[in-house]
């Protein structure tokens, strides 16, 4: 092998023992080339492996993010869903206190229009037995006087009787 001609060397392993067994043969038999060759593969099978372990762990950091932002994504939902839900409970408090408060106008207007009934029989009620105890004091009034204008003309007849010239 040339320095100009670059060998493909084998990962994992394989590459590492054969690396190590290159440059253990370099040094023993004084060919600096091939202990250099063993040591950078060497090197190489360690700087791949630390590459795949680094993109094993940019896989699992990306898959983590990624089950973070999923999580996010899932709590923002539920954070608007909740808040949906909140808000139609609040309108739908909202609209049974109107109709309550419909309701209860509703039944003040029956029992304001029920007691203007009732005022209103009370106050014909009493404006009848008002014309009653007029028309009793009328005719009370028309007996005193037919019993006076009675009373008077029988007096008068006994004056007239008594002295029958004054008359």
Same mark, same amino acid.
């Given at each position: 092998?040339?320095?100009?001609?670059?060998?493909?060397?084998?990962?994992?392993?394989?590459?590492?023992?054969?690396?190590?067994?290159?440059?253990?043969?370099?040094?023993?038999?004084?060919?600096?080339?091939?202990?250099?060759?063993?040591?950078?593969?060497?090197?190489?099978?360690?700087?791949?492996?630390?590459?795949?372990?680094?993109?094993?762990?940019?896989?699992?950091?990306?898959?983590?993010?990624?089950?973070?932002?999923?999580?996010? #994504? =899932? /709590? $923002?939902? +539920?954070?608007?869903?909740?808040?949906? %839900?909140?808000?139609? *409970?609040?309108?739908?408090? !909202?609209? &049974?206190?109107?109709?309550?408060?419909?309701?209860?106008?509703?039944?003040?207007?029956?029992?304001?229009?029920?007691?203007?009934?009732?005022?209103?029989?009370?106050?014909?009620?009493?404006?009848?037995?008002?014309?009653?105890?007029?028309?009793?004091? #009328? =005719? /009370? $009034?028309? +007996?005193?006087?037919?019993?006076?204008? %009675?009373?008077?003309? *029988?007096?008068?007849?006994? !004056?007239? &009787?008594?002295?029958?010239?004054?008359?």
């Amino acid at each position: 092998m040339t320095p100009d001609t670059p060998e493909r060397t084998a990962g994992g392993l394989a590459g590492k023992l054969a690396g190590k067994a290159k440059a253990a043969a370099g040094d023993l038999l004084g060919q600096e080339d091939l202990a250099r060759e063993g040591r950078l593969q060497d090197a190489q099978v360690d700087a791949e492996r630390e590459a795949a372990e680094d993109d094993a762990t940019a896989g699992r950091r990306e898959q983590e993010a990624d089950t973070e932002a999923r999580k996010a #994504r =899932l /709590e $923002a939902e +539920r954070r608007e869903l909740e808040a949906d %839900r909140a808000q139609r *409970a609040r309108d739908e408090a !909202a609209e &049974r206190d109107r109709e309550v408060a419909q309701e209860q106008a509703t039944a003040q207007q029956r029992q304001e229009t029920v007691a203007a009934g009732r005022a209103e029989q009370a106050q014909e009620a009493a404006a009848e037995t008002a014309e009653q105890q007029a028309e009793r004091e #009328r =005719l /009370e $009034a028309a +007996r005193e006087t037919a019993r006076l204008e %009675r009373q008077a003309a *029988a007096a008068e007849a006994r !004056a007239d &009787r008594i002295d029958p010239e004054e008359h």
